[in-house]
Nanobody, 123 residues
Framework: QVVESGGGLVQPGGSLRLSCVAS????????IGWFRQAPGKEREEISC??????????YYADSVKGRFTISRDSDKDTVYLQMDNVKPEDTGAYYC????????????????WGQGTQVTVSS
C-alpha cells in the first residue's frame, strides 16, 4: 500500500513537504514518481527519482524545476517532495507511484499508486 501525506492549504510563495511511504516495500529499489492532477486537467508526472540501481537520478517537469526537490531517506524508507515557492497553478491532487525498475524513472509505467493528497495554493 502506497500512502502520501503532507498536503494541505498553503499561501502562494510558501512551502510544503509531501511524503510517500509503501508498506512491505523497500523504496530504494523502486523508481518513485510524483504526479499531479489539477482540476479539469490530465494527470502529469512532475518529478521522479530512480532506483538505487540507477543512482537515484532525478527528473523534474519544467513547471516545477527549481522550486520542487525530490529526495529519498533510506533510513526512514520515505520519499519526499519538497515544494517551495508554490504557485496557485500547483493546486491539485498529488500522487506517489512506484515502479520496480532499474531504468531512469521518467516515463516509466508506474505500477503501484497511492490515493493522493490534496494541495491547495491560495491566499
Amino acid at each position: 500500500q502506497v500512502v502520501e501525506s503532507g498536503g494541505g492549504l498553503v499561501q502562494p510563495g510558501g512551502s510544503l513537504r509531501l511524503s510517500c511511504v509503501a508498506s512491505g516495500r523497500t523504496l530504494e529499489y523502486y523508481g518513485i514518481g510524483w504526479f499531479r492532477q489539477a482540476p479539469g486537467k490530465e494527470r502529469e508526472e512532475i518529478s521522479c527519482i530512480s532506483s538505487k540501481t540507477n543512482e537515484g537520478r532525478t527528473y523534474y517537469a519544467d513547471s516545477v524545476k527549481g522550486r520542487f526537490t525530490i529526495s529519498r531517506d533510506s533510513d526512514k524508507d520515505t520519499v519526499y517532495l519538497q515544494m517551495d515557492n508554490v504557485k496557485p497553478e500547483d493546486t491539485g491532487a498529488y500522487y506517489c507511484a512506484l515502479v520496480w525498475s532499474g531504468d531512469y524513472c521518467q516515463g516509466l509505467a508506474y505500477e503501484h499508486w497511492g490515493q493522493g493528497t490534496q494541495v491547495t495554493v491560495s491566499s
